[in-house]
């Protein structure tokens, strides 16, 4: 499972079933993740928090840059 790889990168496995459990079993829905979401998987701890905040932001900027890159692609 991709959310489970991505969570293993953070070193946040144990919220794997809790992110499945409450419907985040894909990378473009766990870019949505906010403080209420995170209330509700259950992650609790300020650190982890934090670092999901950061990785959520990552995955969002690394959207931008394709599309980006996407559009400098095209012909002229």
Known sequence: NI???W????????????FVDNGYDDLEVCKQI???????IGVAVPQHRRRLHRAVR???EADEAAAGL???LEPP
């Open 3 to 5: 959310v489970y790889e």
């Open 7 to 18: 969570l293993k990168t953070l070193q946040l496995p144990q919220y794997a079933q809790s």
């Open 34 to 40: 906010g403080d209420p979401d995170l209330d509700a």
């Open 58 to 60: 990552r995955l969002k």
């Open 70 to 72: 996407y559009f400098t």
